[in-house]
C-alpha cells in the first residue's frame, strides 16, 4: 500500500492520504514516485509523481527544490536577504521588483476589494502588537489597536509596472497570497518535466492535477488530531484545497486562547470561525478564500464564494460545526468505513423526520430589516427572497420587491431562477420598498402550490440597491418537528434576519395584542 500523505502542519486542519489508503477504490493504476521533506517554509513538502521516467526523477526533484528556495528568498518574512524583507526595509523610495512579487502584490490589490478588507497584507504592527501582547500577558487597549487599524485601512504601498515604493514603516506579510503561489509553481515544474499526473502537499495545502482523483480528508476542527475522523472526505481532481483556522496556531493571554489569524479590518483575531476549507481551481485562490473566509462571516463568505467560479467550501462555527456551500456535497466521497462514527442518536432522529408530511399548523417567518442609509440620497434597493431544498435547488421564491426590467435582472443571485419563469416573475414581484422592518411567511408550499416534505432548507435573501451593492444572507433552517430559529448577519443593506419555524400564530391572539 502506498504511503499516505499525513498532515505535518500546525497552521491548518487539512490531512490527506491518497485513494488507497482511505478505503475506497482507486482509478490509479501506474506506480507513484513519493518525495517528502521537512522543515521547507516552516512545515512539511510532499510531492507525488505518477508515472515518472525514473531516469529523470533527479532532475525533477533538483529543479522542485531549487525553485522553493529561489520563491523562499522572494517572500520569505524571516530571511533577512529576501526580496521581501528588503522592501519592507525601505520607505518612500522607488524599487524594482521581480515578476513573481508583482504577480502576488497585484493579486493583494484585487483580492483587497472583493473580501472588503479581510485579505491585506499589512499586518507588520498588528502582529507585533499582539506578539507583545502575548508577551506581557496583558491584551492590547483597543486605543492602540483603533490607531493602527485606521493607518492600514488605506494601502502604504504602490505599484506601477514594475516599480514598488512603500510610504509607512508598516511592513507587508504576504503569506496569505504567496503559499498558494508557491505550490502552483511547483506544479508547474512537475508539468514542465512532462509529470502527467500527480500532487503536492505542502503543509496541507494540496494541489491535484491529471487524469487521477484523490481522496482528502477534512478534519474537524475540535479534533485536530492527524488520527482523528475526519468530517468528510473529499474528491480532489484538477483541482486545490486549502484550510485554514486558528484553533491549532494561537496565542494565549491570561488563560484565554486567540486565533494566530488577525482581522486587518478590526485589528483583532479572528473570532467567526473556528475553521474553512475552500476547494478552488488553483492554489492561490483556495488559500486567499480560506484564510479570508475565518475572518468575514458565513454570509459574507458564502456570498464571495458564489463570485469565484469552480469552488466550494465547508465552515466550521465557533463550536465547530460545519456548514456546506451548495455545490460542496458535489466533491464528497463515501465517507470512510474504516472510520470510527460517534454516536449521534439526535441526528438520526432528525433523519427519520426529513420526508415526513409539513405540519399543517407550521409556517416560516422571515423578519428583515433593510438599512436606512444615513447621508444622501439613495436608491430603493431590489429584494429577493426564497427557498433551496437540501439539493441546493429553488423550491420556493416567497417575494421579490421590484419590478423593474432594467434592475431586477442584477438581482444576480435569484435572477437564473426566475428569467425562465415569466408567470413566477409575476407572481412573486412588489414595488420597491423604502428601508424599514418587514415580515413575509413561507407556508410550506413550493412554487406550484405543492406542500414539500419536512427536511433541512436554506433561506437566501438578496438585497440589491441600484448603483449599489448586491449582498446575500443565507443560511440552513431544519423543517422538522421542533420549533427552529435561524438568525442571518447583518450585511451593507439589511440588518440581521431572523427566521422563525413554528406553528401559526391564532388569529385570536393576534386580535388580543
Not at 43 to 49: M, R
Not at 77 to 88: D, K, T
Not at 92 to 100: F, K
Not at 361 to 371: P, T
Request: glycine share 8%.
Amino acid at each position: 500500500m502506498p504511503t499516505p500523505l499525513m498532515d505535518r502542519r500546525t497552521a491548518f486542519a487539512l490531512s490527506a492520504g491518497i485513494l488507497a489508503s482511505t478505503g475506497i477504490a482507486s482509478n490509479k493504476t501506474t506506480s507513484d514516485v513519493h518525495l517528502q521533506y521537512d522543515h521547507v517554509l516552516g512545515t512539511s513538502l510532499d510531492v507525488i509523481l505518477d508515472g515518472t521516467d525514473p531516469s529523470n526523477l533527479d532532475a525533477i526533484e533538483h529543479e522542485l527544490l531549487g525553485e522553493l528556495e529561489r520563491l523562499r528568498l522572494i517572500f520569505s518574512l524571516y530571511e533577512p536577504s529576501s526580496e521581501l524583507a528588503r522592501i519592507n526595509s525601505t520607505v518612500n523610495q522607488d524599487i524594482v521588483v521581480s515578476q513573481e512579487m508583482q504577480l502576488v502584490l497585484r493579486c493583494y490589490q484585487e483580492w483587497i476589494g472583493k473580501t472588503r478588507g479581510a485579505c491585506n497584507p499589512q499586518l507588520g504592527r498588528l502582529t507585533s502588537l499582539w506578539n507583545a501582547a502575548e508577551a506581557r500577558q496583558i491584551t492590547p487597549s483597543d486605543v492602540v489597536v483603533n490607531e493602527i487599524v485606521h493607518s492600514i485601512t488605506r494601502p502604504n504601498w504602490t505599484l506601477r509596472g514594475n516599480i514598488f515604493r512603500k510610504t509607512s514603516t508598516d511592513t507587508l506579510n504576504l503569506n496569505c497570497v504567496a503559499k498558494g503561489f508557491i505550490i502552483d509553481q511547483l506544479r508547474a515544474v512537475a508539468l514542465k518535466h512532462g509529470v502527467a499526473a500527480g500532487l503536492v502537499n505542502l503543509g496541507g495545502d494540496i494541489t491535484a492535477w491529471g487524469d487521477h482523483t484523490w481522496a482528502v480528508g477534512v478534519q474537524r476542527p475540535n479534533e485536530p488530531a492527524e488520527n482523528a475522523t475526519h468530517e468528510t472526505v473529499i474528491a480532489l481532481r484538477n483541482q486545490s484545497v486549502a484550510s485554514s483556522g486558528g484553533y491549532q496556531r494561537f496565542r494565549t493571554i491570561q488563560g484565554q486562547r486567540f486565533s494566530h489569524l488577525l482581522d486587518p479590518r478590526t485589528g483583532k483575531p479572528a473570532a467567526t470561525l473556528t475553521s474553512a476549507t475552500v476547494i478552488a481551481p488553483n492554489s492561490l485562490t483556495a488559500n486567499v478564500l480560506a484564510t479570508s473566509f475565518c475572518l468575514l462571516s458565513k454570509t459574507e463568505s458564502f456570498a464571495l464564494l458564489e463570485q469565484t467560479l469552480g469552488s466550494a467550501a465547508m465552515l466550521f462555527d465557533e463550536i465547530g460545526e460545519p456548514a456546506r456551500s451548495t455545490n460542496f456535497a458535489s466533491f464528497e466521497l463515501t465517507p470512510n468505513p474504516a472510520d470510527e462514527k460517534k454516536p449521534e442518536a439526535k441526528k438520526e432522529e432528525k433523519k427519520k423526520d426529513e420526508g415526513k408530511a409539513w405540519p399543517a399548523d407550521y409556517e416560516v417567518k422571515i423578519n428583515l430589516e433593510l438599512i436606512k442609509p444615513t447621508a444622501g440620497r439613495a436608491r430603493r434597493p431590489y429584494v429577493a427572497v426564497w427557498i433551496e431544498n437540501s439539493d441546493g435547488k429553488a423550491v420556493r421564491t416567497v417575494t421579490v420587491w421590484g419590478s423593474g426590467p432594467k434592475w431586477i435582472g442584477t438581482l444576480s443571485g435569484w435572477w437564473p431562477i426566475g428569467k425562465e419563469d415569466k408567470d413566477l416573475v409575476k407572481a412573486v414581484t412588489r414595488a420597491t420598498r423604502a428601508p424599514g422592518k418587514y415580515e413575509v411567511i413561507w407556508d410550506g408550499k413550493d412554487d406550484a402550490g405543492k406542500m414539500l416534505p419536512q427536511g433541512k432548507y436554506t433561506v437566501k435573501i438578496e438585497v440589491h440597491r441600484e448603483h449599489g451593492k448586491d449582498v446575500t444572507q443565507s443560511g440552513k433552517l431544519e423543517c422538522l418537528a421542533e420549533p427552529k430559529e435561524l438568525k442571518l448577519e447583518s450585511n451593507a443593506e439589511a440588518e440581521e434576519s431572523v427566521v422563525n419555524y413554528g406553528k401559526k400564530e391564532k388569529k385570536e391572539n393576534k386580535e388580543k395584542k
